[in-house]
């Protein structure tokens, strides 16, 4: 009896995924749409449009990171290529989310906003977004230098949030 029941309660643990995988059910961000001809990709810096020095190499080395992650396409130089992504950082925002009295700023929240594309190599665009946003609540310090790191910490989670975002809308764009 106890064997049946360990039999009977793995069938019941494994139904459902045999159910989700024979109706073509894919979770979000694990479609391979691009053409089956594109296997590499180049990342460009990104052209920085903020006053925020160095967030466009934050963003492009998460870019890299990401798809070095997934093992979707090999990363390649720009020559080697079967695609290459570029863009830019459009934008980051800074503004208050909670004060304490009129002055100070408990939390604030920082939002990042780029535009990318992704060329061929005859450099025609086969994707391209505009306005991928994401965006992070800090806490503030009275001292300095916490308020910093927290932003800091702050500013690389979005960049990872971004950089998986593209990825996924990269690969249900086709």
Same mark, same amino acid.
């Given at each position: 009896?106890? /064997?049946? @029941? #360990? ?5 019941? +643990? ?12 894919? &979770? ?33 080395? #998460?870019?890299?990171?990401? &798809?070095? %992650?997934? #093992? ?27 004060? *304490? ?6 939390? %604030?929240?920082?939002? +990042? ?7 061929? %190599?005859?450099?025609?665009? /086969?994707? *391209? @977004? ?7 609540? &800090? ?12 932003? #800091?910490?702050?500013?690389?989670? /979005? ?11 990269? &690969?249900?764009?086709?």
């Amino acid at each position: 009896m106890l /064997i049946q @029941d #360990r039999i009977g309660l793995k069938l019941l +643990i494994l139904l459902p995924y045999i159910f989700i995988s024979a109706c073509g059910y894919t &979770f979000a961000g694990r479609g391979q749409n691009l053409p089956p001809d594109i296997k590499t990709v180049a990342v460009t810096v990104l052209k920085n449009k903020t006053s925020e020095l160095g967030i466009e190499n934050i963003l492009t080395n #998460r870019l890299v990171y990401e &798809f070095t %992650r997934s #093992r979707r396409l090999l990363i390649e130089s720009q020559d080697a290529a079967d695609v290459t992504l570029g863009g830019s950082v459009d934008s980051l925002k800074e503004e208050t989310v909670s004060r *304490s009295g009129s002055y100070r700023s408990l939390e %604030r929240r920082i939002t +990042i906003t780029l535009s990318l594309s992704l060329k061929d %190599r005859n450099e025609k665009t /086969i994707w *391209s @977004d505009t306005g991928i946003s994401d965006h992070e609540v &800090f806490k503030v310090s009275e001292d300095r230098l916490s308020t910093q790191k927290n932003r #800091r910490e702050s500013i690389e989670k /979005i960049a990872s949030r971004l950089a998986e975002k593209v990825q996924n809308r990269i &690969f249900e764009g086709f």
